[in-house]
């Protein structure tokens, strides 16, 4: 069935912004949405989903690629000096291009 709704601008960009991160159209976007408020079943699962609901991982990387070995202090360092640039404690630091 087709609508008409009116979203307000910046509200629509996000979810816009949303479904291309995930590689999906905003109409499946807005689908799973409404799904998810009025308590129906999903029609199609996405693709980074189990029909069962279950998540599909890895969610990043592959199988052949490079390894990142994380020690427990090493994500709260990061943690740590992400919120530090945040709260402007940190000069902001320029990720490379790859």
Not at 41 to 61: C, E, M, T
Request: glycine residues 8%.
């Amino acid at each position: 069935m087709r609508t008409t709704v009116d979203l307000p601008t910046p509200l629509f960009r996000r979810a816009k912004a949303r479904a291309a991160q995930r590689g999906e159209t905003l109409r499946a976007l807005l689908t799973r949405a409404v799904e998810a408020e009025v308590g129906a079943a999903p029609a199609a699962p996405s693709k980074w989903h189990h029909p069962d609901g279950r998540v599909k991982l890895p969610l990043i990387g592959t199988a052949g690629g490079p390894k990142v070995n994380l020690t427990n202090a090493d994500i709260e360092r990061i943690l740590a000096e992400d919120e530090a640039r945040h709260y402007g404690l940190l000069p902001r630091t320029r990720r490379r291009k790859r």
